[in-house]
């Protein structure tokens, strides 16, 4: 089963942007079905920030679209998730699962990066 780490969170002034890496091993990325980032706001349940199937097309909520980018380096066996125009709303921890087939639910979940956006 693959093993999924994130990293590349931190305390940013809002407008700035960051990128989150989550890194893949035991496995390659690019034999999930999909990889999706999601965000948990501290009180807050986990949302789903973005998500990339196997083929490259990417998914993204509607109160998601515009700020976030997922993108993929199936050499790195990375995705990142491209955050841009930082809001004080973004701050919460910032997760990365694996969808391992069509019919299986997101599993193989992070640890997670801690992101907090001072205003």
């Known amino acids: 089963q693959v093993q999924l780490a994130e990293s590349g969170g931190g305390l940013v002034q809002a407008g700035g942007s960051l990128r989150l890496s989550c890194a893949a091993s035991s496995g390659s990325i690019f034999m999930l079905f999909a990889v999706g980032w999601f965000r948990q706001a501290p009180g807050k349940q986990r949302d789903v920030v973005a998500v990339?199937?196997?083929?490259?097309?990417?998914n993204y909520p509607e109160a998601m679209k515009g700020r976030f980018t997922i993108s993929r380096d199936d050499a790195k066996n990375t995705v990142y998730l491209q955050i841009d125009s930082l809001k004080p709303e973004d701050t919460g921890v910032y997760y990365c699962a694996a969808q391992s087939t069509k019919n299986t639910v997101f599993g193989s979940w992070g640890q997670g990066t801690q992101v907090t956006v001072s205003a």
């Open positions: 990339m199937t196997s083929d490259g097309r990417t």
